[in-house]
């Protein structure tokens, strides 16, 4: 099955810093989606990115499916940004979508 | 309702046990994924159903574990003879029919005694 890679594993952050994260994959994709957990466990969707740029405030996201990798930009980091950022991919429509471990983001005040 | 609703939120059982746990996907949604968290971990894929598809049951770690969807709603996932290892929150998701935004329901922390 297709492999997802994130990068770095973990990030702390200083209150305003900016930050990217990445997500490598294996295969093609024609769904790629990027989710934030909070420190609760609560999993929000933060983006639907299978190819292209989307912004959403203080953050945005660029997908690259032709040379297999996505990012999240986040600016103006704000402490409640805190919590696990994952990608997760799907090889073809209709597919499962495979998460990756994630990349565990602490913005301290 | 608003989003997708899981039940129980927290569940104890004793070792060899059986438990059902309930999802109820957002009206509409006819994509349904559960997917198991072990503390520290990624989520890890059970069971994908979508409509009236045969459902991709890859993800599931043995025979113990079971789930179903009945007309195209709500899903319950069984684990039959419960062991420590299976304890883990459990993730229910739903979609619009493929390629769209997943939405998660807060899950159910399974722990197994």
């Known amino acids: 099955g297709i492999q997802v890679e994130q990068s770095p594993p973990d990030l702390i952050l200083q209150e305003g810093a900016n930050s990217t994260l990445r997500c490598n994959f294996s295969?093609?994709?024609?769904?790629l989606q990027w989710f934030h957990q909070n420190p609760w466990g609560q999993l929000i969707n933060l983006f639907y990115i299978p190819s292209g740029t989307k912004q959403n405030g203080r953050l945005s996201a660029t997908t690259v499916a032709t040379e297999r990798y996505s990012l999240l930009y986040i600016s103006s980091s704000q402490t409640t940004d805190s919590g696990v950022y994952s990608c997760?991919?799907?090889?073809?429509?209709?597919?499962?979508?495979?998460f990756g471990e994630g990349t565990q983001l602490t913005v301290n005040p | 309702g608003a989003g997708v609703s899981q039940s129980p939120s927290n569940k104890v059982t004793e070792k060899g046990k059986d438990v059902e746990l309930r999802c109820d996907p957002i009206?509409?949604?006819?994509?349904l994924y559960w997917y198991r968290q072990s503390l520290g971990q990624g989520l890890e894929f059970l069971i994908y159903f979508q409509g009236n598809s045969a459902p991709d049951k890859s993800g599931l770690p043995s025979d113990r574990f079971s789930a179903e969807r009945t007309g195209g709603s709500v899903s319950t996932l069984t684990i039959q003879r419960t062991q420590q290892e299976d304890s883990a929150v459990y993730l229910c998701?739903?979609?619009?029919?493929?390629?769209?935004?997943?939405?998660f329901g807060n899950g159910t922390r399974l722990t197994v005694t």
């Open positions: 009206s509409g949604h006819t994509a």
């Open positions: 998701a739903s979609s619009r029919p493929v390629d769209s935004p997943l939405h």
């Open positions: 295969d093609s994709v024609n769904n």
């Open positions: 997760a991919v799907a090889e073809t429509s209709g597919s499962r979508l495979t």
